[in-house]
């Protein structure tokens, strides 16, 4: 039988975290033929060792590529892929049990679906994966979830069920899209070489191009942070930010979206600027990324 889902997951010197997120695709239910297909970015580390006692658990493929960035290894994976519909995950997110499931069962020809995702605090990693040994460790990952500026925005918006830009909330840890469509949007754009926002530009051009979006709370990742220099996380993020604004000069929405990430104007405001209304009103506050504050939270174990 042809294979129908495709599961990619780049990864690059990740071998504390990558075995989990494989621990976790063996833990699905998947009732048709499937593939994880592990795209090794130039890793300095063993990924091989960290693959190999997933073989007999998983129908496994790795594949190995000089170091091209995260983009580039998706594109790699999206290339390999067989499946019509590929999940991507990120290389250190554990998916809950029944989230590839939820995936499935919202497949709709023209459509992408990105799950939740909840951060956990680097330094409580070594307790997380204690945890994850154990049967049933998953349910006790909750006491570890800390506060996410960003994704947690996405609940914001679906909650309010008034959403006009769902590609400015949709990471690249937990979606799953058909294959072809991935395809024909060019893929991801590998002039984005460090973190972000690569993949809120790929929704973009999949939003521009007639994709529909379903936000699943049901679909479930466990995001592992890792500790980060904050001098080096706001470098790269102020790249991704000025590569963004010089491929879109001009486009209201992206100079709406810039405006947003970088502390500039609200979610709400946001929505309104991109055609969708302003739906902060009586009893509703405004919602305002905080980037200095966000990156004060996720380099809170290593300092500059």
């Given at each position: 039988?042809?294979?129908?889902?495709?599961?990619?997951?780049?990864?690059?010197?990740?071998?504390?975290?990558?075995?989990?997120?494989?621990?976790?695709?063996?833990?699905?239910?998947?009732?048709?033929?499937?593939?994880?297909?592990?795209?090794?970015?130039?890793?300095?580390?063993?990924?091989?060792?960290?693959?190999?006692?997933?073989?007999?658990?998983?129908?496994?493929?790795?594949?190995?590529?000089?170091?091209?960035?995260?983009?580039?290894?998706?594109?790699?994976?999206?290339?390999?892929?067989?499946?019509?519909?590929?999940?991507?995950?990120?290389?250190?997110?554990?998916?809950?049990?029944?989230?590839?499931?939820?995936?499935?069962?919202?497949?709709?020809?023209?459509?992408?679906?990105?799950?939740?995702?909840?951060?956990?605090?680097?330094?409580?990693?070594?307790?997380?994966?204690?945890?994850?040994?154990?049967?049933?460790?998953?349910?006790?990952?909750?006491?570890?979830?800390?506060?996410?500026?960003?994704?947690?925005?996405?609940?914001?918006?679906?909650?309010?069920?008034?959403?006009?830009?769902?590609?400015?909330?949709?990471?690249?840890?937990?979606?799953?899209?058909?294959?072809?469509?991935?395809?024909?949007?060019?893929?991801?754009?590998?002039?984005?070489?460090?973190?972000?926002?690569?993949?809120?530009?790929?929704?973009?051009?999949?939003?521009?191009?007639?994709?529909?979006?379903?936000?699943?709370?049901?679909?479930?990742?466990?995001?592992?942070?890792?500790?980060?220099?904050?001098?080096?996380?706001?470098?790269?993020?102020?790249?991704?930010?000025?590569?963004?604004?010089?491929?879109?000069?001009?486009?209201?929405?992206?100079?709406?979206?810039?405006?947003?990430?970088?502390?500039?104007?609200?979610?709400?405001?946001?929505?309104?600027?991109?055609?969708?209304?302003r739906f902060s009103g009586a009893g509703e506050e405004a919602t305002w990324f905080q980037p200095l504050a966000y990156l004060?939270?996720?380099?809170?174990?290593?300092?500059?």
């Amino acid at each position: 039988m042809p294979v129908q889902l495709s599961v990619v997951i780049p990864t690059y010197n990740n071998p504390d975290r990558l075995p989990l997120v494989l621990r976790s695709l063996a833990q699905q239910a998947v009732e048709e033929d499937w593939e994880v297909v592990v795209v090794d970015d130039g890793s300095t580390t063993d990924t091989e060792a960290c693959v190999a006692p997933f073989r007999e658990l998983l129908p496994l493929r790795l594949v190995r590529q000089e170091n091209r960035g995260r983009a580039g290894a998706r594109n790699r994976g999206l290339r390999e892929a067989g499946g019509r519909w590929v999940c991507l995950l990120d290389d250190d997110v554990v998916l809950a049990p029944g989230a590839l499931r939820a995936h499935l069962a919202a497949r709709r020809e023209g459509s992408l679906s990105f799950g939740r995702i909840r951060n956990t605090r680097a330094a409580s990693f070594p307790a997380i994966r204690q945890a994850l040994a154990r049967e049933g460790g998953w349910a006790g990952l909750d006491a570890h979830v800390v506060p996410d500026g960003y994704v947690d925005l996405a609940e914001r918006l679906y909650r309010l069920q008034r959403v006009h830009i769902p590609w400015a909330v949709c990471t690249g840890a937990n979606l799953m899209v058909e294959r072809d469509a991935c395809l024909a949007a060019g893929g991801f754009d590998e002039g984005f070489r460090g973190w972000g926002p690569e993949d809120i530009e790929f929704a973009y051009r999949l939003h521009r191009a007639g994709i529909a979006f379903r936000y699943l709370p049901g679909a479930v990742v466990h995001h592992l942070d890792r500790p980060k220099r904050r001098d080096a996380m706001l470098a790269e993020m102020m790249a991704g930010v000025r590569y963004l604004a010089a491929k879109y000069p001009g486009i209201p929405e992206i100079r709406a979206y810039l405006d947003f990430i970088t502390g500039r104007c609200s979610l709400e405001e946001l929505n309104a600027r991109t055609g969708g209304e302003r739906f902060s009103g009586a009893g509703e506050e405004a919602t305002w990324f905080q980037p200095l504050a966000y990156l004060a939270r996720k380099t809170e174990e290593v300092r500059a």
